[in-house]
Each structure stands twice: as structure tokens, then as C-alpha cells.
């Protein structure tokens, strides 16, 4: 039963990992800011690493099976 919480968390966070990466990067190629009222590069910098965290934890949380 614990393995489908893992599923599930795993799922989540590497969703929202993967849709914050992407959502992400369209910001930046259309020259848009990624947070209204923080440097363009501190903001893109910082999604860029939430991304990857998120996707990191979802990896991990995937591969505990």
C-alpha cells in the first residue's frame, strides 16, 4: 500500500517539475518575465532550480520502488 503513495507523490512532483520547466522556458524564449517585480535573470535562475529539484524528488520518490 505504501508503494501507491510513492506512485502518486513521484507522479506529482515530477509533473509539476516538468510544467514549471516548461513553462519556464517558453517565458524566457519569448523574452517575458518569469515573476513580475525580480530581475528576469534571478527569476529564471530560480524557477530553473526549482524544476530541476522538483523533478529530482520525483525521480528519487519513482525509483524507491
Known sequence: ???VSMIFAGMVFALFG???LVWTAVRVGQR???AHG???VASAALA???SCA???V???CLARL
Open 58 to 60: 520525483g525521480v528519487w
Open 18 to 20: 516538468g510544467g514549471l
Open 38 to 40: 525580480v530581475s528576469p
Open 54 to 56: 522538483a523533478l529530482a
Open 1 to 3: 500500500m505504501e508503494s
Open 32 to 34: 517575458e518575465p518569469v
Open 48 to 50: 530553473l532550480l526549482a
